[in-house]
T-cell receptor, first 114, second 114 residues
Framework: DQQVKQNSPSLSVQEGRISILNCDYTNSMFDYFLWYKKYPAEGPTFLISISSIKDKNEDGRFTVFLNKSAKHLSLHIVPSQPGDSAVYFCAASKSSGNTGKLIFGQGTTLQVKP | NAGVMQNPRHLVRRRGQEARLRCSPMKGHSHVYWYRQLPEEGLKFMVYLQKENIIDESGMPKERFSAEFPKEGPSILRIQQVVRGDSAAYFC????????????FGPGTRLTVT
């Protein structure tokens, strides 16, 4: 049961343009969402997060939007840079219970062309 | 370097041997998570530990896999009698506590079973 889905395996964007990465989830108990970036042969790097009490969080070139009714979140990167080329994972967590485990999507490979 | 440390980075084992993967969390972090990434897939939660306690092992295979986080020293993920299907990247993450959802990942250990 894939509770967090990233339906686009890959995305190609021109440098300077906006990159939009999408993520859907099925479990309404999730109340915290994170985006990670991963280069080959490295561990995931935390990028940005959002709590379910918000619908938007911004950090520099990165903005995450959350639509709870649609169970959908997106990561916007503006402007995109070649160094942003990597695999992006969204992850979800729920504050109930005594575990902070993250449930990851399958990832979207972003290529930013110079 | 105050980041999450994992060793070895690469590990090759023959079928039937044991694999031991080590993880030292970030300074000040007392919560450790292990995740596994199979080829072409996202990260899957395995186990969540605090010092001397296993809090959530719902993602651990029932047999051959065990994990510990002793009072002193790194967290260990142990795989007995490895099989080819155990070949994967194993990532460790740490966090300050349950109130901090951001988990910081190590570089991973790539296990190859021949």
């Amino acid at each position: 049961d894939q509770q967090v889905k990233q339906n686009s395996p890959s995305l190609s964007v021109q440098e300077g343009r906006i990159s939009i990465l999408n993520c859907d989830y099925t479990n309404s108990m999730f109340d915290y969402f994170l985006w990670y970036k991963k280069y080959p042969a490295e561990g995931p790097t935390f990028l940005i997060s959002i709590s379910s009490i918000k619908d938007k969080n911004e950090d520099g070139r990165f903005t995450v939007f959350l639509n709870k009714s649609a169970k959908h979140l997106s990561l916007h990167i503006v402007p995109s840079q070649p160094g942003d080329s990597a695999v992006y994972f969204c992850a979800a967590s729920k504050s109930s219970g005594n575990t902070g485990k993250l449930i990851f999507g399958q990832g979207t490979t972003l290529q930013v062309k110079p | 370097n105050a980041g999450v440390m994992q060793n070895p980075r690469h590990l090759v084992r023959r079928r039937g041997q044991e694999a031991r993967l080590r993880c030292s969390p970030m300074k000040g972090h007392s919560h450790v998570y292990w995740y596994r990434q199979l080829p072409e897939e996202g990260l899957k939660f395995m186990v969540y530990l605090q010092k001397e306690n296993i809090i959530d092992e719902s993602g651990m295979p029932k047999e051959r896999f065990s994990a510990e986080f002793p009072k002193e020293g790194p967290s260990i993920l142990r795989i007995q009698q490895v099989v080819r299907g155990d070949s994967a990247a194993y990532f460790c993450a740490s966090s300050r506590g349950l109130s901090s959802y951001e988990q910081y990942f190590g570089p991973g250990t790539r296990l190859t079973v021949t």
